[in-house]
């Protein structure tokens, strides 16, 4: 099974409680960017779990309709900051013979479950800026058992949306200009990767 982790877009300072703080026009480029990218490297989650916190909630969202993702999003307590990486894998295991599942959530969480998950003793190694994803392969759902199998900052991700486009546009290799040919097979290779 692979999780991917997906931390929420910049969001707004000002609202009632933490709770509803919605994104900002920004961050929803950003919940847009990293589902498109996500679509591009050919991830299709089978289930999307998200906070319930307003920014969490609006991520997974919008970053699902660029995956085309037609299921529900499910929204887990556990997804919010200060849940035990034990307690949210315990949450996982009626989810455990899917493929892949998207989890979109807030910092510091995210990455003590990332480094968690692949048996690192230090998430600062590890950080997910915002609207960033991270892949981990997992076997079982057991702490430490997981491999980092990719981390992708805002500007990664972005970068794979406008190369795609790019690719879109050119439809073929251009034999005059080798640099852009080698992004290209950078590409592709990635996706082989995932």
Known sequence: MKLYLLRHGTA???APSDAERKLTREGEEEAQIA????AELGVKPSHVLSSPLVRAR??????A????????IELLDELTNGTPTQLLLRTLKPYSSEDGILL???MPSLSEHLAALIGSKSPQ????GKACVACVDLDELRLGRGQLRWLLLQKQLRHIVERNAQCNDALSFDPKNPEENDDLKRLDDFKRLI
Do not use: N
Not at 125 to 128: F, I, K, M, V
């Open 12 to 14: 707004s300072d000002v």
């Open 35 to 38: 589902g498109s990218a996500l």
């Open 58 to 63: 609006q991520t997974a969202e919008i970053a």
């Open 65 to 72: 309709r660029a995956m085309k993702f037609r299921g529900e």
């Open 104 to 106: 979109v959530g807030h």
């Open 125 to 128: 190694g590890l950080p997910l």
